[in-house]
C-alpha cells in the first residue's frame, strides 16, 4: 500500500463533528450525573410543584458512539491481519452505546397571577428575591437578581426586613434555647444589607423603555466596574408586572393604525403579531438561553365569568368565590412553565341573620383572622393545559404576610 493510498483511507476514518454536537454531549454527561436540580427557588414548596412541570421523559434514541480501547493482539493474529484495511481495524474498535432514555427539562418561567391587587404577589418576590440573594449558610442560592419593576411598587426597605426577617427565623429554627422574637431587630445585618447589594431594580416608564433594559443586561451584568454581582450567577429575572403597559400599548397601537390611510388600515382589534409583549417574551427567552436563569413575572387577570354581571353580591354564593381557570388569552399565556394563582385567603362575612351583639362579639376573632395576612398559591389551569405534558405539578402554598416578613406556613 503506497503513502498516498494509506492517507487517504485515515482521512475516511475520519469524523467531523459541529461545537453544537459537543454541547449536546456535554448536556448529556450533564443529566446523566446531575439529573434533576434539587433546588430551583429555594423554597421546597415550590421547587415540589415544579418537578411535575419541568422534567419530560423521552423515548430512548440512538447517542454517541463510545470508542473503547482494543485488546492486545497475538502475534498469529497480526499476521493474519497485516493487509487488513485501516476501515476493518476500525470497525472492530468503534461500538455503539445502547440507547438510554433522556429526561427534557424546560426553562423555568413562573407566571405569577392574581384577579385583585393587592393579592400577595410583590411580597413573594420579596421573598423568593431574599432566598436568591442570601450566601449558601443562610440557605440561599448567593445569586443576583434582576428586578423590573413596571409597576414601581418595590420597597427597598420592605425588602430588607422580608430578609432579616428569614434570617431571624433561620437562627430561631437553628437555635432551639435562643429568646429573641423574629423580626425584632431594628437594624439591618450585614447579611441581608450584602443579599440587597446583588438585588438590581430597574422602574421603566413605558414597553420601550423595558425592551431597551432587556437588550442592555448582558453588557450591564458581565461589567464588574458597575457593580458587585459580575462574579455571581444571574438566578432570578423578575417583570413586575408584564401587564403595566398594556392599555398603554394598546392606545399607541390604536393610534399608530388611525395615522396609516384607510386602505392599509387592519380591523380594529385584531392581534398584531408583532406586538410589544411578544417582543418582550422574545428578548426574556434569549436571555434565559444565554444566562440560564429563572424567570418570575406577575399579572392581573380579569376572567370571563357570565356571573359577574347577571348576579348579585351575594357573600355566602359559592358560584362568587370559585376561581373560573379560564383567564383572556394573551402573548403571556403560553409563556409560561408554570401558571401560580395567587390570592388573599376569604374571611367569611357576617351572616344577614346576625344582630349587632353577634357581630361586635365575632369581630375581634375576625379581626385577628385578617391580620394574619394569609395568602394561597396554587397551580391555575390544570384543564387548559393538557398539551404542555402529561405530568402536571398539583398542591398549594400557604404563606403569612405580616407587618414583621414573610413567612411559609405549608
Excluded at 469524523?15 to 454536537?21: D, G, K, Y
Excluded at 493482539?73 to 455503539?96: L, M, Q, R, V
Excluded at 422574545?282 to 438561553?289: D, E, I, P
Aim: include cysteine.
Amino acid at each position: 500500500m503506497s503513502a498516498e493510498q494509506y492517507g487517504s483511507s485515515l482521512l475516511d476514518g475520519v469524523h467531523e463533528e459541529s461545537l453544537e454536537q459537543h454541547d449536546q454531549l456535554l448536556a448529556d454527561v450533564r443529566r446523566l450525573l446531575y439529573p434533576r436540580q434539587q433546588s430551583v427557588l429555594g423554597l421546597e414548596q415550590l421547587d415540589d410543584l415544579l418537578e411535575g412541570v419541568r422534567h419530560l421523559d423521552e423515548p430512548p434514541s440512538a447517542q454517541y458512539p463510545e470508542w473503547t480501547s482494543s485488546r492486545a493482539p497475538s502475534p498469529e493474529h497480526a499476521i493474519n491481519d497485516e493487509g487488513a484495511s485501516y476501515e476493518d481495524n476500525a470497525a472492530n474498535i468503534e461500538t455503539e452505546r445502547p440507547a438510554i432514555a433522556k429526561t427534557k427539562t424546560k426553562p423555568v418561567i413562573i407566571e405569577l397571577t392574581s384577579q385583585h391587587s393587592a393579592s400577595g404577589k410583590t411580597s413573594i418576590l420579596y421573598y423568593l428575591a431574599g432566598l436568591a440573594t442570601l450566601p449558601y449558610e443562610s440557605s440561599g442560592k448567593q445569586s443576583a437578581v434582576v428586578w423590573i419593576d413596571s409597576d414601581g411598587r418595590v420597597s427597598a426597605s420592605r425588602l430588607a426586613q422580608v430578609i432579616e426577617y428569614h434570617l431571624s427565623m433561620a437562627r430561631t429554627d437553628s437555635t432551639e434555647s435562643n429568646t429573641q422574637q423574629p423580626g425584632g431587630a431594628s437594624i439591618t445585618s450585614p447579611t441581608a444589607l450584602e443579599a440587597l447589594n446583588h438585588i438590581h431594580i430597574f422602574r421603566p416608564q413605558s414597553s420601550t423603555q423595558v425592551l431597551n433594559i432587556l437588550d442592555s443586561l448582558p453588557r450591564y451584568l458581565l461589567d464588574p466596574t458597575r457593580h458587585k454581582s459580575s462574579h455571581r450567577q444571574l438566578g432570578l429575572l423578575i417583570l413586575d408586572s408584564a401587564t403595566a403597559f398594556h392599555a398603554q400599548d394598546r392606545f399607541d397601537a390604536e393610534m399608530a393604525r388611525l395615522d396609516l390611510p384607510l386602505q392599509q388600515r387592519e380591523p380594529s382589534g385584531k392581534p398584531n403579531p408583532t406586538s410589544k409583549a411578544s417582543v418582550i417574551i422574545t428578548r426574556l427567552s434569549a436571555l434565559q438561553a444565554r444566562f440560564e436563569c429563572t424567570i418570575l413575572f406577575t399579572t392581573n387577570t380579569s376572567t370571563m365569568t357570565a356571573n359577574t354581571s347577571n348576579q348579585a353580591a351575594t357573600p355566602n354564593d359559592p358560584s362568587r368565590v370559585a376561581i373560573n381557570d379560564s383567564p383572556i388569552i394573551s402573548p403571556w399565556t403560553r409563556f409560561a412553565t408554570l401558571t401560580l394563582q395567587v390570592e388573599r385567603v376569604r374571611v367569611a362575612q357576617f351572616a344577614p341573620y346576625m344582630d349587632l351583639e353577634q357581630c361586635l362579639h365575632d369581630a375581634e376573632r375576625r379581626l385577628e383572622v385578617v391580620r394574619r395576612g394569609r395568602f394561597t398559591v396554587e397551580v391555575l389551569g390544570q384543564r387548559r393545559d393538557s398539551s404542555r405534558g402529561k405530568a402536571r405539578g398539583t398542591g398549594n402554598v400557604t404563606l403569612s404576610v405580616t407587618e414583621a416578613g414573610v413567612r411559609i406556613e405549608s
